[in-house]
């Protein structure tokens, strides 16, 4: 596609419910990272994928949250039972180019994940 | 560790206006690059520039122009007569080559442009 795509555009979980948000990336990207972007801050960052390797997954919170993009295209993070401190939005950004070579990052529009 | 730091949580401006952002980076790499992103109230972060710690060379592209100061550690960003379309909420982020690629980002300013 044109840009990068996400969804759905809004979750609202019950706390304890898993959720699945999806990304899919402008077609050939190489990269694809996940950030998560609380309310009135910045973008976190969560974990990187270059193709279908998961190359770091420093930033992710806790052993709930998953993230996989098994034929290096497309990519799911997953939330196991959701608590309030995961209401935020996550944002997918992809790149053509691989790790050690930077240049833009192509932002989707997020995710807002609200757990109540 | 990498850091930045924009100290402006919000700004409110007439239009027509100039604006600066102030952005302040720490970094113990030597080859690091600096961005600024803007998200209006859709959410989506819009690239506006990239820099390389290479190149001090200030920019401008239209009404937009950025101040790179290696010396302080500074990559502000300004806006000449600021415009209502201008306002959203502005990152700066910080990336190195050994650090996976990833982005550092600001806390983010918050530009208000009344007309």
Sequence with gaps: ??????????????????????????????????????????????????NEAQLDKSGLPSDRFFAERPEGSVSTLKIQRTQQEDSAVYLCASSSHGQGRIYGYTFGSGTRLTVV | AQKVTQAQTEISVVEKEDVTLDCVYETRDTTYYLFWYKQPPSGELVFLIRRNSFDEQNEISGRYSWNFQKSTSSFNFTITASQVVDSAVYFCALAFTGGGNKLTFGTGTQLKVEL
């Design chain 1, 1 to 50: 596609g044109a840009g990068v795509s996400q969804s759905p555009r809004y979750k609202v979980a019950k706390r304890g419910q898993d959720v699945a948000l999806r990304c899919d990336p402008i077609s050939g990207h190489v990269s694809l990272f996940w950030y998560q972007q609380a309310l009135g801050q910045g973008p976190e960052f969560l974990t990187y994928f270059q």
